[in-house]
């Protein structure tokens, strides 16, 4: 499950985005029956911008 939430105000903005919020650990994919790869962790990301 991933989240985002923004606020915008007199020129100004906020966001933050999180993906993987419960951390659950998931076969992102496979190359062959022996190959797989794990998905990434919880990522959060917060920005700041300005707004025209």
Sequence with gaps: MDAAVRYDHDGW???????NV??????AGCRGAETC?????RTALLKTYLTF
């Design 22 to 27: 419960f951390d659950e650990r998931y076969v």
């Design 13 to 19: 903005g906020i966001s933050l985005n999180v993906n």
């Design 37 to 41: 790869g794990y998905g990434e962790g």
